[in-house]
Every structure is written in structure tokens, then in C-alpha cells.
């Protein structure tokens, strides 16, 4: 579970900075909202930046999600995916 922590870290931190309110896995609203943000940077385009990145850091950032995705279906199987399958 620590990649995801790490993942919904990251992205607290980054929303705090627009004074959005933080995500938390314990609600289950939160999850699927992250759920879509990870989606969302597995997307083509964010993956790859838009190709300013190697192959090599765009398979490791692949990898990351892959597993944050992994661990949120574990706690809450009912979130849904889009570009992870």
C-alpha cells in the first residue's frame, strides 16, 4: 500500500497549492477520484509527457501506477478504470 500512499501524498500536495481539499482513502468518494487521476496519467499523453521523457522513465512511471492501481482495487474493489485493465 505504500505506493499508493505515496501516490495520494503527491497529489495532496499538489492540490494544497489551489486550496483543494485533500483525498483520503478512508472515503470511499475519494477513492474513485483517485481512481480517475491515476487513470488519467495513464493516459498516452501523460504518460510519456507528451514524449519529453525516455522510454525507460515512462515504463517506470507505468510500473508506479500499475501498482498504485493494484492497491487500490485491493482495498475497494469497486472502483472503476478506464485505461487500466
Known sequence: MKNLKAFVD????????????????????????????????LSPENLSCDG????????RRYRNLCRCAEELLALDSSVKFYEYA
Open 10 to 41: 503527491r497529489e495532496n500536495q499538489y492540490s494544497a497549492i489551489f486550496g483543494a481539499r485533500a483525498l483520503d482513502l478512508a472515503n470511499a468518494a475519494d477513492r474513485q477520484k483517485i481512481a480517475r487521476r491515476i487513470d488519467s496519467q
Open 52 to 59: 519529453e521523457i525516455s522510454q525507460a522513465e515512462a515504463n
